[in-house]
């Protein structure tokens, strides 16, 4: 259990998606305009990250890495396909979020109201394949360790996004000078932001 | 459509698509595309100039490709045909940096897989490729990838250079370590620069500069 808290509390906040990595950053830029709309693409992210990485996982240690078909049978213990992992990764995340999205609107149309329209954007988060691609690179041992990687990724990215978004309503009556206005302002918090989450490292 | 087949390969009009992405419209600075990967690489120029050569790759590649089937592919499921067309494409990069420069590959990272969901990739597909013929397409994905390139090569030797003292790994303010060059005169340097931090604070100065020299791309915001 301690592992597994572990590995959340640092998925949140001394690796965290957006400032240690700038995963998800395009629409962390396009979509932290107001605090309503980052919610839900926050929401919706840690929603997708918390299924697509526990799929991409099983895909990983059964299918693609080396050795992971053996068990098909001894003659397959040989395989290596993890060269086809970039194609599968993004070809699980797309049908996911399009199977997520038809599910979605089906059983909780509540939700969907609020997520629907940020789902299809998703597919192409740099932060979800981003995700899948550190989950393969740190090779985590059990789904439970991959699964709280994936929301605790999730959680992080919505901190940031909402953080973001409820400093960049209130700059707007700011004073700023006008070239770094929207932008370039934003980069610099974040980038100050970045700073102060990286003294969460030491722990 | 006639005329356009008898345009010369390098009109006026072609031209502007090569060099547009440069300056005024450039996918970082100004379109905000492909952030991801532009402040996490731009530690040095090698880096940079990888990242850039692999981008070009993939983006004039996949808008020849894509815009060849433009006409074919069914429009509901396009974002899912553009995705299989990039992520084959970036599996080829891979290999070769794997095969090729497997230290590069390594510092790269994720970086060379999260190329598939680079935003200036599906960005261009999206906009262009789709509605133009592939010779164009072609000429977008240089420029647009080129544009990429100068904001990368612009932030990593900002990086580089004050972080580290070196370009491209040459030592310009002599060695740290022994004290030479400039060191010798109490010259220290500035470790917070190759912090992730701040890449984001070095774009942000590129974007200052270039708003406060073309004034018309301020934002109301």
């Known amino acids: 259990m301690d592992h597994l808290l572990e590995i959340f509390f640092k998925a949140i906040f001394s690796e965290n998606m957006i400032f240690a990595y700038f995963l998800g950053m395009c629409s962390y830029l396009a979509v932290s305009k107001t605090v309503k709309t980052a919610v839900g693409l926050g929401f919706a992210v840690i929603f997708v990250l918390g299924v697509t990485i526990p799929v991409n996982w099983l895909l990983e240690n059964y299918v693609l890495m080396p050795g992971a078909l053996s068990w098909l049978g001894e003659e397959y213990a040989t395989y290596d396909l993890s060269f086809l992992s970039f194609i599968m990764f993004i070809a699980v995340i797309a049908s996911i979020v399009q199977l997520v999205e038809m599910l979605v609107e089906k059983f909780a149309p509540a939700l969907y109201g609020a997520l629907g329209i940020f789902l299809p954007l998703i597919a192409v988060n740099c932060a979800i394949l981003g995700g899948a691609l550190f989950m393969q690179e740190r090779q985590y041992a059990t789904i439970g360790e991959a699964t709280t990687f994936g929301v605790g990724s999730g959680v992080g990215w919505f901190l940031a996004i909402v953080a973001i978004a409820a400093i960049r309503q209130k700059i707007r009556y700011s004073n700023v000078p006008a070239p770094l206005k929207g932008l370039g302002i934003t980069f610099i918090i974040t980038g100050l932001m970045a700073i102060a989450f990286m003294s969460f490292g030491g722990m | ?221």
Not at chain 2, 23 to 36: A, E
Not at chain 2, 126 to 154: C, I, T
Not at chain 2, 160 to 167: D, N, S
């Open chain 2, 1 to 221: 459509m006639s005329e356009k087949e008898k345009e010369p390969l390098f009109s006026k009009k072609n031209k502007k698509l090569m060099t547009d992405p440069l300056g005024d419209n450039n996918p970082v600075t100004i379109q905000v595309l492909g952030i991801c990967s532009a402040l996490a690489i731009t530690v040095s120029i090698v880096q940079a100039l990888t990242m850039t050569g692999a981008v070009l790759f993939v983006l004039v590649a996949g808008n020849v490709i894509i815009s060849l089937m433009r006409n074919i592919i069914p429009p509901k499921i396009r974002i899912i045909v553009q995705l299989v067309v990039v992520a084959s494409l970036v599996i080829i990069v891979n290999e070769v940096l794997k095969a090729f420069l497997p230290d590069l590959g390594a510092k790269l990272s994720v970086f060379v897989g999260l190329i598939i969901t680079n935003c200036i990739i599906m960005g261009r597909f999206e906009a262009f490729a789709m509605a133009n013929k592939p010779w164009q397409s072609a000429l977008d994905g240089v420029g647009n990838a080129l544009g990429y390139g100068l904001v990368l090569v612009v932030v990593s030797v900002i990086r580089e250079f004050f972080g580290t003292g070196k370009l491209a790994g040459i030592e310009i303010l002599g060695n740290s370590a022994e004290g030479t060059g400039l060191y010798s005169i109490g010259y220290m340097n500035n470790n917070l620069v190759i912090l992730a931090p701040f890449a984001l604070i070095t774009v942000a100065l590129v974007i200052w500069v270039q708003r406060a020299i073309n004034k018309s791309l301020v934002e109301e915001h």
